[in-house]
């Protein structure tokens, strides 16, 4: 005995290090679970491990040989029990049955049962050696002799399923292949899988990344939820981690940045402010102090596109597979980010893989590196071949085999699911008694749909396995525990056992996962049917629960997963909660999709529409249609689409916050302007603003409204009061708090000194203007495209009065710059006109033209910058007027000129009445006196405007009048 306790200890070190649990020492042996009392992900994998790591132990010449046996099954456990193990007591079958498979093992050898095998068939090779009888068991039981681990090359999806071998689809697998080659050679693909629900796309795609990597190729793989416009963005975070950062669910969020870091580092191309952008984007900042700056939602977005891109390309070198799945959940906000990622890899050797049912339109189609397979029906051999196969090939169940065959339709999940059912009921047990040789009672059996199939197990279902599973159908398509834990109201051991036998039954399977054990449904379906077989009532109950939990399970995650807790409680019928966690979703949302975001601020309006009067539901109501307001001139609404949000909050503010009406008067006067009204409402809506604000207690807000102000004179040309209201804003910068520029979506300080620099470049002013460039990147906060764009416009605009194409040319390029790094809608029309002034200055006519005409296209055909359009108008009649196009320069300049007095824009309005005056100069019956009019009005707006820099264009034209006024008179003194 002496020499068996240091070996018994051994065996214990074993079974502790591989997460089982000793439950007691006989002498000469030890007796071990895994998976009881504790809940083990993977125990049949961990108990095989264990079994083959103590033979290896004993594995000396001459040294003890000892013998394992293991089975899987149910073990009634009491951790309570004092009868001398570590674990409690256990009792049942299953242990009686283990203590048995022991002897059929030869020294040195494990066995293993069928019940044990068939939960690592695909891990682990094994021999059968037949049916032994076993004393003490009343039926014979199939026994395999255990002789190692296959590789570990586990999917998610499938690591835990019994698979059926894989048939019909070698077309479709050859195919993946062939892109996953080409990709490898530098051509990459992307490659969609397409078919109906459990047609078998996952189970392609599956046997795709096992041969991938087999072949050491890596596979990252995520999947859209069930829930996917509830859970936006999760499948691209999940992506970003792990496939560009090396990020586990595990890592502390010390070790996420540190990665973050040394990726931008390696790449060398991040710009300032990357590095707190993906720490905020990916929730691993270090304090909120830390986080990214406020930036414009549409630059947010672009930004973080743009670094996708880059990081794509940064790898362009290395092998790798992206399998997306379930495309057709994905929400739009992550199809965005998948969008970017499928045009970034070509000419990488990245392989994008995407599956997602029929009914799904693939945006790509039209990429030549795109291909696409549509899983259809295995052909009526392929579909008997399974049936046999899940059956027998038994003679007396070939007509069964075929009734199911022809019942499934060729679909691989529903034949599976078919001859489980007929399999319960015992139909297949040779028992005339259940009339399996009977082929109408097996048809009467069949339910018609494999929705009523999965219903028909579930009903079968104990009731405590049947609630269980309808809370996991509530939960979500994937279960945490810890979250299943709080909404049973159950003991862990009872949920334990419950979700072992879900397992067993292959209604769920638990996942790989870190933090915490998880399970997810088997297919969709099945939650599908689980979800729908419970009362309403119920439902609602349920919902409310996982929604609280959630909320504790999530903490640290709550902004990103908000909108999942608040589907819950809305499906709870608690409105006023479902509306705050939808706001909280929004408000994080909008920083990176605006269009996500307003769906989620109407969300929350539509919640609240009947809700009874209170403050905090007047609140959340004010909140959205203020951001509904604000976002949706972002997104090119125009003044009437968004009025109604306006007046709605503008009532609310009056009870909740009146301090809101001021930001939603500027709101509302900027889109008065951007809606084609005149820029003179949006300077009075601003002052009526600044007239409601307490001057000695609220200096911060004074300032952002005198930035509005400086923008609204701007606009409408009254440049000295633009540098008045400026002065005002710049002297109360430091007062403005984080609300106003979270509420404004930029930096504040950098939009007041960049409008600073325009207006001092108009007054021609260069020198000063130069200051406040300095000074506007000087200001603390990420660069937005949106301001910064100013600087570069205000030099183009410069360089067209001063006829220096070297400049225009140098600042055109840094706009195009932009507008490409950052692909937001507002910079495209802006870009084309400044490349189209540029190429004016420098002649080239034809190409000017084209871009003026797109340029206006795009304003007019999407609503963005129409601020801009008279700019755009006055600027193309000038290129007609050099190119000598005469009749059309003049009906562009007089189109200018009615639109921009429309318009009150009187800087476009003065450069119109220039160019309408030159070119009435250039045609064949000059216009003295008309053209002499245009130029006075010209004169008469630059002293008014004090816009300084249109003079030399001015003074040129007239110039031009007097020569000819010269000609025309010597000619007369001639004659």
């Known amino acids: 005995m002496e020499r068996l306790q240091p070996a018994v200890m051994a065996m214990c070190e074993v079974v502790e290090r591989f ?19 504790r809940a083990l992900e993977g125990h049949a994998r961990l108990a095989c491990e264990s079994a083959l790591q103590m033979q290896a132990a004993f594995n000396e010449p001459h040294g003890l040989r000892i013998r394992v046996g293991l089975h899987s099954g149910l073990v009634a456990s009491d951790p309570h029990a004092q009868d001398g193990g570590k674990g409690g007591g256990a009792h049942g079958l299953t242990i009686h049955l283990a203590s048995r498979v022991i002897g059929v093992a030869p020294p040195g050898g494990v066995t293993i049962t069928l019940d044990c095998y068939s939960l690592v068939r695909g891990l682990v090779d094994a021999e059968s050696i037949g049916l032994v009888a076993l004393k003490g068991i009343s039926e014979q039981v199939e026994i395999f002799a255990l002789e190692g681990l296959k590789p570990a090359f586990a999917s998610q999806h499938f690591n835990q399923a019994k698979l059926t071998p894989f048939r019909g689809r070698d077309k479709e697998l050859a195919l993946l292949q062939q892109a996953q080659r080409l ?15 459990g047609s078998g796309k996952s189970r392609l795609c599956f046997e795709f990344a096992q041969w991938c990597r087999a072949r050491g190729r890596p596979v990252f793989e995520v999947r859209a939820q069930l829930y996917g416009s509830a859970t936006p963005l999760q499948p691209v975070l999940e992506l970003m981690r792990v496939f560009f950062f090396g990020i586990n669910a595990n890592d502390a969020p010390g070790v996420a940045r540190t990665r973050i870091e040394a990726r931008l580092r390696e790449m060398g191309s991040a710009q300032p402010g990357d590095y707190a952008l993906l720490c905020d984007f990916l929730g691993v900042a270090e304090a909120a102090e830390d986080a990214a700056p406020p930036l414009p939602a549409k630059a947010r977005r672009a930004r973080l596109l743009s670094i996708v891109t880059a ?4 790898s362009a070198n290395t092998v790798a597979v992206i399998l997306i799945e379930d495309m057709h959940w994905l929400d739009d906000a992550s199809e965005e980010f998948v969008a970017a990622l499928v045009e970034a ?42 049936v046999r196969e899940l059956i027998s090939h038994r003679r007396e169940f070939q007509d069964i085999s075929q009734l199911i065959a022809k019942r499934s339709g060729g679909n691989p999940f529903f034949a599976e699911e078919l001859v489980r059912s007929v399999a319960e009921r015992g139909m297949l047990s040779g028992d005339p008694s259940h009339g399996s040789n009977g082929i109408e009672s097996v048809e009467r059996a069949l339910p018609a749909t494999v929705q009523a199939v999965i219903g028909a197990r579930i009903d079968r279902l104990s009731e405590s396995e049947k609630s269980l599973l309808q809370m996991c159908a509530i939960i979500g398509k994937e279960v945490p525990m810890a979250v299943l834990d709080k909404v049973a109201g159950a003991t862990r051991a009872q949920i334990e056992r419950a979700m072992d036998s879900l397992c067993q039954s292959e209604l769920i399977q638990p996942q790989p996962a870190a933090g915490g054990r998880r399970f997810t449904f088997r297919h969709p379906l099945i939650q599908e049917v689980a979800y729908g077989t419970q009362m309403k009532a119920k439902r609602a109950t349920i919902h409310a629960a996982v929604a609280s939990a959630m909320v504790t399970y999530y903490a640290d995650q709550l902004d990103e997963f908000s909108a999942l807790v608040a589907h819950h409680y809305e499906a709870a019928g608690q409105v006023l909660e479902a509306a705050s966690y939808s706001s909280r979703a929004a408000q994080w949302l909008g920083s990176t999709n605006p269009a996500q975001a307003i769906e989620q601020w109407h969300k929350v309006r539509n919640l609240l529409s009947g809700y009874a009067a209170d403050e905090r539901a007047d609140r959340l109501k004010a909140m959205a249609c203020s951001q509904i307001s604000l976002l949706g001139w972002r997104e090119g609404l125009n003044l009437e689409q968004v009025q109604p949000f306006i007046d709605e909050a503008m009532q609310l503010a009056v009870k909740v916050d009146k301090r809101l009406t001021q930001l939603l008067l500027t709101i509302e006067g900027r889109m008065l302007q951007a809606s084609g009204g005149p820029a003179d409402w949006y300077v009075q809506r601003v002052e009526e603003a600044l007239g ?73 002013r260069a020198a000063e203007a130069d200051d406040a460039w300095r000074g506007m990147l000087e200001v603390q906060g990420n660069p937005d495209p949106t301001v910064h764009i100013i600087r570069h416009l205000a030099h183009v605009e410069f360089a067209w009065c001063k006829d220096d194409a070297a400049l225009a040319q140098e600042h055109a390029d840094s706009i195009a710059l932009l507008a490409e790094r950052h692909p937001v809608p507002y910079l495209r029309p802006v870009a084309l006109s400044c490349r189209a002034m540029a190429l004016t200055v420098a002649g080239d006519y034809a190409g000017a033209s084209k871009a003026f005409e797109e340029a206006l296209w795009v304003v007019r055909t999407s609503n963005v910058a129409t601020e801009y359009e008279t700019d755009i108008l006055s600027g193309h009649a000038e290129c007609k007027r050099r190119e000598k196009k005469l009749e059309v320069a003049r009906a562009l300049a007089e189109e200018a000129l009615d639109v921009s007095r429309q318009r009150t824009m009187r800087l476009s309005e003065c450069r119109a009445l220039i160019t309408l005056g ?39 034209a007239r110039e031009q009048w007097r020569q000819i006024a010269h000609s025309l008179a010597a000619a007369h003194v001639k004659a």
């Open 692 to 764: 409601m604000v307490d001057r000695d207690a609220d200096k911060g807000r004074l300032a952002t409204l005198h930035s509005a102000l400086s923008q609204a004179y701007g606009w409408a040309g009254l440049l000295n009061h633009a540098l008045a209201a400026n002065d005002a804003a710049l002297a109360g910068l430091s007062h403005i708090d984080r609300a106003d520029h979270e509420f404004m979506g930029f930096s504040v300080g950098q939009w007041a000194m960049g409008m600073r620099g325009r207006l001092l470049m108009r007054c021609d």
């Open 345 to 386: 890899v070509a000419s990488t050797k990245t392989m994008v893989v995407l599956n997602y049912r029929s009914s799904y339109r693939s945006p790509w189609a039209g990429l030549e590196n795109f291909g696409e397979v549509e899983i259809g029906e295995l052909s009526a051999a392929d579909t008997d071949a399974l």
């Open 918 to 956: 030159a070119t009435m100069l250039q045609e064949p019956d000059a216009d003295l006196d008309g053209a002499a009019q245009m130029f006075e009005a010209a004169h008469e707006l630059i002293e008014l405007t004090g816009a300084a820099i249109y003079r030399g264009h001015l003074d040129a």
């Open 311 to 314: 990081l794509v390309k940064h």
């Open 19 to 37: 997460g089982g649990t000793v439950i007691r020492t006989l002498g000469d042996g030890v007796m071990a679970l895994f998976g009881v009392p």
């Open 183 to 197: 990709t490898e050679a530098g051509n990459a693909q992307v490659f969609g899988v397409s078919g109906g629900p």
